[in-house]
């Protein structure tokens, strides 16, 4: 496309460069001579010439690429649409600026129950260590959470993902691996991983509702959850954050059980989300045995909506 525009500009520049003016000869001395202005002019209007069709060239081809490819929809946002550039100016097209990548993070997703209630949310399980003593602990205090769950782990751990059911929690995909760049896959790939952890939910737990997702790491992007939207989930995020996963600072023991505590109890409002997981972190057993006695006495707890956000 570029040679084809580049072409008659090269054949436009020396039709210009050898053109005699009216009542003049010109020759190739008279180019190389010091007083011919004129011959300079035509020079400089055929360079204006080429580059006006350069310009051209390249709006013809440019937007098409910058549009397509995985990240549609914050390539869309944040270009700007092509301005026309005059030949004489020399200052780069804007339609030269790259997509940006996109920062995956909490914004896309819903970090409040949108009710006074507080919601306690618990990642990465089923784990046959915690889990079962999590769910005795929550039931002797009449409380009802949320399960974020990882499908190959429902795979390996059926019968305990049946009972988190059972026992009233609310379910949430939690992805097939817990993949941290899930949202840079394709958007086949991406609903594959969200369908096949639903199917062995269902498997384990027929009928239960699933109606919540939530990014591994809190890596959502709003094309991950536009994908999680067709699938009618709800991308769930959270305001607080137990932060038991600061092991190095913290180890596993009082100190860490201290620091969990203090930050949900600090953080927590009518309507936060908690993230807190069960997964390999026998600490969670420890915080919540002190702390749900003090959460029940001052806020609702209840799990997120078994029907759903609408
Ligand atoms: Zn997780």
């Known amino acids: 496309m570029l040679l084809l525009a580049f072409a008659p500009v090269l054949l436009l520049a020396v039709h210009h460069l050898h053109r005699a003016r009216p009542g003049r ?12 202005v004129v011959v300079r002019r035509d ?26 490819g995985p990240t549609t929809a914050p390539a869309a946002a944040t270009s700007s649409p092509v301005s ?16 940006q990548p996109v920062t995956p993070g909490l914004t896309a997703s819903r970090r409040t129950t949108g009710s006074a209630a507080v919601a306690l949310t618990f990642d990465d399980g089923p784990d046959p260590a915690i889990t079962p003593r999590l769910l005795d602990m929550l039931k002797a205090n009449h409380v009802t959470a949320t399960f974020c769950l990882v499908g190959s782990r ?8 049946a009972r988190i059911a059972a026992e009233g ?15 840079q896959r394709t958007d086949a790939q991406i609903l594959h991983d969200l369908q096949r952890t639903n199917a062995e939910i269902r498997k384990a737990a027929p009928g239960a509702p ?3 997702f939530r990014a591994p790491y809190g890596n959502f992007t709003p094309r ?5 939207a067709r699938l009618d989930l709800t991308s769930l995020g959270w305001s607080v954050d137990d932060q038991c996963y600061l092991i190095d600072r913290y180890g596993t023991g009082p100190a860490m059980v201290r620091h969990m505590s203090a930050r949900v109890r600090r953080d927590t409002r009518p309507g936060s989300i908690i993230l807190s997981h069960d997964l390999g ?4 057993l420890n915080t919540y045995r002190q702390l749900l006695p003090w959460l029940r006495t001052r806020y609702g707890l209840a799990a997120m909506p078994a029907g759903g956000l609408h």
């Open 25 to 36: 000869r010109t020759t190739t001395r008279d180019i190389r001579k010091p007083n011919d």
């Open 84 to 99: 026309p550039v005059s030949p004489t100016s020399s200052s780069p097209s804007p339609s030269l600026t790259l997509p």
């Open 281 to 284: 972190k026998p600490q969670t």
């Open 154 to 161: 429902v795979h390996s751990y059926p019968r305990l993902t």
């Open 169 to 183: 929690h609310t379910l949430c995909n939690h992805s097939w691996s817990h993949a941290e760049h899930l949202y």
């Open 43 to 68: 020079f400089i209007r055929a360079m204006m010439w080429a580059a006006a069709l350069l310009t051209l060239a390249s709006c013809e081809s440019g937007p098409g690429s910058a549009h397509d």
């Open 210 to 212: 699933i109606h919540y």
């Open 224 to 228: 991950l959850t536009g994908l999680a």
